[in-house]
């Protein structure tokens, strides 16, 4: 009896992983079929919610809409209020100051040993 069982859930065994193999496979992508978007929407008009809880979400929508377009106008208007003026000049100088002090060049390798070992 137990022979009987095991031969039938390896004939099952086998009928599930043929069927899988029949199935085509599917590639995740960030841009899917279904847009984010499109499923809150289809929330937000399913039959199945209450008039109410339509009328929030649709504020909530709303209002989420009106603050950010409020934001980048106020945004806009600050960065277009203040105008940007360059003014260069160039001017060629016989003789160029140099900085009183030097920078230490902390590098390990000495070019004259370098030089040295190399040739």
Known sequence: MEEKDL?????????????????????????SQ???SSEYFQTITRKQQPVWC???WGVVIIACVAFTIHTVYNLLKTYLEY???NQETVEWVAKLAL????ICNLNVINKTRWEHLVT
Do not use: N, V
């Open 54 to 56: 339509k009328f929030i």
């Open 34 to 36: 279904k847009d984010l």
């Open 99 to 102: 900085p009183a002090f030097t």
């Open 83 to 85: 105008s940007s003026y």
């Open 7 to 31: 031969e039938e859930h390896k004939e099952g065994l086998e009928e599930k992983e043929g069927a899988a193999h029949k199935q085509p496979i599917q590639r995740a992508s960030f841009f």
